[in-house]
């Protein structure tokens, strides 16, 4: 029986002094995934390799599940950890495992065995051609492909020998915590939650701020963002969610300015604050899940009004997507049901009929000089009266 698990894990870009320091992300991350799962876990790293050992009240799925949800992690390969005193030992648990796992397919194989321990007492110069043959001759379905085997067998001879042959994939990416932090703003809709997971892949730590205005959304559609950030959660650890009461600002803007622009000078106003959280959180950047041309306020136009109040990078990583893509990962991470839910957005209650599709700046800017008298208290009472929960997996 499995009780343990070796950790593959990509080796691009961390070559060097860097390397520690994504091996130790990658193993802080798996124990906070794993936190979460009944069991005792010991995962630690030795001579290059991430391990991970599972004992007390584990459970294989769950525990398989926590590890594929890791960013960092390119492949759980479940080990068997046998004895291995002499070769017939060896060899006798080979078998084993082999009829286990693969007693009953028609396969190609090839062994590869790693010697660590150098005392390991050989009957022949060829660990790996004594164990092939021990399994040819014991299932006939099985046939040697040393070139492009189906099933490859690794035995890796320690104190204690470890056998593996599956490899489950991971999500690839790089630890979260290896590559600093990131505000995302985070909606109810489709969108922004497969964002800020595609950033979280790049081992980006996320925080995050919703902009909602009771009493025109209710507490079923900040419920339903505050569950939207637990899934992202789940692949990006602890997520610090700002819940800004946007109602007075919006009603100020609709009776401001011209309703045609209501959606560009709302969302100008949504990253001033949400820089405000970003800069407070130490963040690098922020995120958002705007993909050009997707709506009124996505063209190129109103994107350059909406990133001309920003003086920190805005991550937009869905910017060339089609929605059709969008909603294929927003299935695959588990959003997708939840983002379906039909609960109101801030953004589309104070909506115009026609917005401008093609803004420019300086009017932009001319109409939020009607703001002036009140917007600067406006915001710091936003701000003072934020809400801020930290979500967990
Ligand atoms: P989504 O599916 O993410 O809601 P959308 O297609 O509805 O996006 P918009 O409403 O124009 O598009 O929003 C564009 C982006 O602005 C969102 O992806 C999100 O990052 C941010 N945003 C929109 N509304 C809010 C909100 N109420 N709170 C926080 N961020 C928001
Ligand atoms: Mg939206």
């Known amino acids: 029986m499995t009780n343990m698990f070796l950790i593959k894990y990509g080796e691009i870009g961390i070559k060097g002094r860097n390397r520690g320091v994504f091996e130790d992300a990658l193993v802080k991350q798996i124990r906070i995934a794993l936190d979460a799962v009944d069991g005792e876990f010991f995962t630690r790293k030795e001579r290059g390799r991430i391990y991970v050992n599972c004992s007390g009240d584990w459970n294989y799925d769950e525990t398989v599940n926590a590890l594929t949800h890791v960013f960092g992690i390119v492949g759980i390969a479940p080990v068997v950890e046998c004895d291995c005193d002499t070769y017939e030992t060896l060899e006798k648990n080979v078998l084993e495992y082999m009829k286990n796992e693969h007693g009953n397919e028609t396969a190609t194989f090839k062994v590869k065995v790693r010697r660590v321990n150098k005392d390991f007492p050989r009957p022949s ?117 700002h819940i800004v009461n946007f109602t007075d600002i919006q009603l100020y803007i609709y009776d401001q300015c011209p309703h045609e622009e209501l959606t560009i000078i709302m969302r100008r106003y949504m990253m001033r604050i949400a820089e405000h959280f970003a800069k407070e959180d130490k963040c690098l950047g922020i995120i958002t899940g705007e993909s050009i041309g997707q709506v009124a306020s996505q063209t190129m136009q109103s994107l350059m009004c909406t990133n001309a109040v920003c003086t920190m990078p805005v991550y937009r990583p869905l910017i060339g997507f089609d929605k059709s893509e969008i909603v294929d990962i927003s299935k695959k991470i588990g959003a997708y049901e939840t983002s379906i839910l039909p609960f109101e957005d801030c953004c589309t209650i104070f909506v115009a009929k026609h917005p401008v599709t093609k803004p420019e700046l300086q009017f932009i800017e001319r109409s939020e000089h009607h703001l002036v008298e009140k917007i600067d208290e406006l915001m710091k009472t936003a701000i003072d009266t934020t809400e801020t929960m930290v979500v967990r997996p």
């Not at 099933?151 to 056998?163: F, S």
């Not at 505000?183 to 081992?203: H, Y």
């Open 125 to 241: 110069m060829d660990t790996d051609a004594d164990l092939g043959e021990a399994i040819l001759n014991n299932f006939p379905n099985l046939t040697v492909d040393v070139h492009n085997p189906d099933i490859l067998l690794d035995v890796e001879i320690r104190d204690k020998a470890y056998i593996y042959s599956k490899i489950i994939p991971g999500p690839g990416g790089m630890p979260v915590g290896s590559n600093g932090s990131a505000e995302l703003c985070l909606s109810g809709g489709i969108d922004s939650p497969v964002a800020g997971w595609m950033i979280a892949k790049r081992g980006v730590t996320i925080d995050a701020v919703y902009f909602h205005a009771p009493p025109y959304t209710s507490e079923r559609a900040k419920q339903k963002v505050v569950d939207l950030a637990r899934i992202v959660a789940k692949y990006s650890g602890p997520i610090r969610l």
